[in-house]
């Protein structure tokens, strides 16, 4: 069982608000569409993803975060690093305060732009220790449109590169 996992009934109270903060600023930039469909990787309990008004899918690996929603839209138990989705699924991908938890951040990031058609949203936590090799691998993985600077998260807006 990992820490997410012992920690799920508590989750939302530690985190929920935080994550609906940052939830409410990327939907604030985005321009959906009730077409689009939108993918978030290691969306916890997907507490704040009735608010998106498009097709969502969520995917964590805690199980026990995943029971807890009780909202509309697709959740499933998922590795970032190894999403069942084919090619260019999804037109937004989207990963709030989950990406340093990956196991194989490189490799989850590369699932993450495969999967994606075009835009991507990036949270990172400030204070994580590898902040910088994060940001390092979204520079070289995608192009940066947009930054925004949340009070613990920097928010990279992002879209893919041409090939």
């Known amino acids: 069982m990992n820490y997410y996992d012992e920690i799920s009934e508590g989750y939302d ?15 604030s930039k985005l321009n959906l ?13 997907g507490s704040y993803l009735d608010m998106f008004n498009c097709h969502v899918t969520g995917v964590d690996p805690a199980l026990e975060l995943i029971k807890q929603y009780r909202g509309r839209h697709k959740l499933m138990v998922g590795r970032a690093e190894e999403l069942m989705f084919p090619e260019e699924s999804f037109n937004i991908v989207m990963s709030i305060t989950a990406v340093h938890n990956f196991e194989d951040v490189e490799k ?29 691998l979204i520079k070289e993985i995608f192009i940066i449109d947009e930054i925004v600077d949340e009070d613990k998260d920097t928010i990279f807006f992002c879209r893919k590169k041409e090939e």
Do not use: F, N, W
């Open 13 to 27: 109270e530690l985190h929920g608000e935080e994550q609906l903060r940052k939830a409410k600023i990327i939907l």
């Open 33 to 45: 569409k009730k077409t689009d469909k939108l993918l978030d990787v290691g969306c916890g309990t």
């Open 108 to 136: 989850g990031l590369r699932e993450m732009e495969r999967v994606g058609k075009d835009r991507y949203i990036l949270s990172i936590l400030k204070r994580s220790p590898k902040y910088a090799a994060i940001e390092k």
